[in-house]
């Protein structure tokens, strides 16, 4: 998995995603964190990717995300995704709204991240692997139905507080596979000559 991005990107291929039920937080009530807005770059990757992050509303609450990324015919290929972030500690939290193309699977994607000074975001995502292990050994609340790699694995804590309480917990920091990069700055020339053209 390249990023973050690559993360959210796997809207069509929820088997891959850990969910959650509750996003980490209070939905209804929490506040934007300003340290992750503006634009962001993969730091690294085989081609170029793109983070734009902002409140989700006037008020300041919720937040907005839109990845950004180069399709082969060198066109451009946008989603938008809403969720919610939280501040804790030495990090945050992500939660971002997950839906199937068909509805079957919905809930959280939960990502951990830390800010180094203004211009560096490092985002830590769920483990598929790690989370499943811990589910079947009944460390933690959730569902793990299949097998392998492409097993539908889901967290079940009941609650935005109760989901917090086990990230921050001993067995949750052993739930986030290696951090991604990411850079703050505007999208580099890819040195094609041409000019990509907006797609959906």
């Known amino acids: ?22 996003p980490a937080g209070d939905e209804k009530n929490s506040e934007f964190d300003a ?5 962001w770059r993969a730091a690294s990757g085989d081609g170029p990717l793109l983070l734009f992050v902002g409140p989700g509303d ?6 907005q995300l839109m990845t950004v990324e180069e399709t082969r015919d060198q066109r451009w290929k946008t989603v938008e995704y809403a969720g919610i972030s939280t ?24 990502a951990r991240y830390t800010l180094a000074g ?9 483990d598929h692997t790690r989370l499943a292990a811990l589910i079947n050994a009944g460390r933690v609340s959730g569902r793990v139905s299949g097998d ?26 052993r739930l986030f ?3 991604h990069t ?7 020339s890819t040195g094609t000559g041409v000019t990509p053209t907006p797609s959906r």
């Open 1 to 22: 998995m390249r990023t973050f991005l690559l993360t959210l990107a796997l809207i069509g291929l929820a088997s891959c995603v850990p969910l959650s039920d509750h």
């Open 35 to 39: 340290r992750l807005q503006g634009v």
């Open 58 to 63: 006037d008020a300041g609450h919720g937040v």
């Open 87 to 110: 501040r804790g500690g030495r990090h945050g939290f992500l939660s971002v709204r997950y839906q199937t193309t068909g509805g079957e699977r919905r809930g959280w994607v939960i």
């Open 118 to 126: 203004r211009d560096r975001l490092q985002l830590y995502t769920l």
């Open 148 to 173: 392998g790699p492409y097993a539908d694995v889901d967290v079940t804590m009941g609650s935005g507080a109760a989901l917090i309480a086990l990230l921050e917990s001993k067995d949750g920091q």
């Open 177 to 179: 596979g290696p951090p």
């Open 182 to 188: 990411l850079v703050r700055g505007a999208h580099q």
